[in-house]
């Protein structure tokens, strides 16, 4: 402990402060039970203890410096300077976000030992907001895929089953949350990479509206399709790193306005009367019976809330072909951008994906655009009638982790890397936010998440819901089991 908190005659034990919310790490050092330092080294004392069996974190931040800025934090607090929503908590980030002299690979052999320059604007505001930047998440290469390896650093673990993927691309990110090695971490989502991983490993995860947290630097600037966003262990946590890292900047053209104290205020909400879509599958997509069963009885906490639910789907046509052709003409121009040595060092997932990149005209781009269109305002017609639409997270439990991805599932062969996940990713293509948070376990304990859709832009809402089904629901999520096993 911390000088000043030496006189505490009940000390928070280190184990309990890595369970703890975030928003509880908050509240401790507001009162100064507990220091930033105090946090930090309960956090890195659970990454040396669980971290080499999950594969979560992949490089850490220098430790000396670490704790040399808590201790600035703390004699800041000392003098009544309190540093901003994130005081003293360990957040990670991303192995795709750029982060200043701390290797930033993208999962890539080919950028293996590269450093940056520069913070990414989201690393800058978890800075400024008080944030300690533990370290780097593991994804697989250049985020192609939601199960997370690469030949860099290999596989993430799935800590409730070690033979199981974490999922992905932010599979680093939700496995070391899930373990207590950070209360929060940034992601990000294309197909479902901040929900289908939160899915997997009992946390919450939340694909916010394009915009809403702008991503700089950023060479195409005018996509849509990937998005930054936060995760946690519970709603109020991501809502709380939501507020540090939304807002406008003015380095991005496709920003949202609105300040991202907005997701600051107390989450509580009158549900009442509100219409609920539940669905627990899109049709054609072959869904796990033991994840319908899971989601569809979740329809009784809300009718609890006193929402109107009933059960339907928003037409979701040309969404497989529209996100096909989005996610390789922003891969593929990505991709572009690189030397000869590095393209012929990346995987062939991507290379798939360039491959479609150069088949598209100009004129297959435009088209793709005026049909993303019509989707977003058949999504818009089925929101106007309702105002959020719940459905599973997954379409089946995690798989085993030596696997590169599932080739078939419940009769249906895939020939592509993202083809068992499109639960997720029809979802992208709409503009939707969408957050995914625990709804029970299955049978051989390994857990379920659901996903709540909300109306264009209307992040805050589902932030609201997902937070009132939480308390309703009162899932009991325990300690992922290997924790316990090496702490």
């Known amino acids: 402990m911390a000088d000043y908190l030496h006189l505490d005659p009940n000390p928070v034990s280190t184990d309990s402060l890595c369970d703890a919310s975030a928003l509880t790490l908050l509240d401790l050092q507001h009162k100064r039970e507990v220091s930033a330092l ?28 670490l704790r040399q800025r808590a201790r600035e934090i703390d004699g800041l607090w000392m003098r009544g300077e309190w540093q901003g929503p ?44 008080g944030a300690l930047m533990i370290g780097k998440s593991n994804t697989p290469e250049f985020g192609a895929g939601s199960h997370t390896f690469n030949d860099v650093f290999g596989v993430t673990r799935n800590p409730w089953d070690l033979s199981r993927s974490a999922g992905g691309s932010s599979g680093g990110a939700a496995a070391s949350v899930a373990c207590g090695m950070n209360p929060l971490a940034c992601g ?35 996509g849509t399709l990937g998005v930054d966003g936060p995760m946690a262990r519970n709603v109020a946590d991501t809502a709380l790193l ?22 600051a205020r107390p989450l509580q909400r009158d549900f009442r ?63 572009q951008q690189l030397g000869d040595d590095a393209r012929a060092q990346l995987k062939p997932e991507i290379e798939d994906e360039c491959r479609l990149h150069r088949s598209l005209s100009a004129a297959d781009i435009g088209q793709m655009f005026v049909r993303k269109t019509a989707l977003f305002q058949r999504m818009r017609s089925f929101m106007n009638d309702h105002a959020f639409y719940v459905l599973p997270a997954t379409q089946m439990l995690p798989f085993d982790a030596s696997l590169r991805w599932p080739t078939s599932f419940m009769g249906q062969t895939y020939t592509s890397y993202i083809d068992w996940m499109r639960i997720c990713w029809y979802l992208s293509s709409t503009e939707a936010p969408v957050l995914a948070v625990p709804c029970g376990f299955s049978v051989s304990g390994l857990p379920i998440g659901l996903q709540i859709a909300g109306r264009y832009r209307d992040d805050w809402g589902v932030l609201q819901l997902g937070h009132a089904y939480e308390q309703a629901a009162a899932h009991s999520v325990p300690r992922a089991p290997v924790i316990d096993a090496h702490c």
Do not use: Y
């Not at 701390?102 to 604007?121: C, I, M, N, Y």
């Not at 939501?242 to 997701?263: H, K, N, Q, R, Y």
């Not at 809300?302 to 339907?312: H, K, Q, R």
């Open 38 to 65: 105090d946090i930090l080294d309960a956090h890195l004392a659970r990454i040396d203890a669980v971290n080499p069996h999950v594969n979560a974190l992949v490089t850490l931040n220098d430790t000396d410096a």
């Open 86 to 129: 994130l005081h003293g908590l360990p957040v990670s980030q991303k192995d795709l976000t750029l982060t200043r002299g701390v290797r930033t690979t993208f999962g890539s052999k080919a950028f293996e030992h590269h450093v940056p320059a520069q913070d990414a604007l989201i690393v800058r505001r978890c800075h400024a907001a």
């Open 188 to 222: 990000s989502d294309m197909g479902g990479s901040l929900r289908n991983p939160a899915a997997w490993n009992g946390v919450v995860g939340l694909r916010p509206s394009p915009g809403r947290v702008p991503r700089a630097p950023d060479t195409n600037g005018w």
């Open 242 to 263: 939501l507020s540090a890292i939304a807002g406008p900047s003015g380095e991005i053209a496709t920003e949202l306005g609105d300040p991202g104290a907005l997701f």
């Open 273 to 335: 009367g509100v219409r609920v879509a539940i669905s627990t599958g899109l049709a054609g997509l072959p869904v796990d019976p033991e994840i319908q069963r899971t989601v569809q009885a979740q329809a009784r906490v809300f009718e609890a809330l006193g929402c109107e639910v009933v059960f339907a789907d928003p037409d979701l046509a040309d969404a497989e072909d529209v996100f096909r052709m989005e996610r390789a003409w922003m891969i593929g121009t990505l991709v």
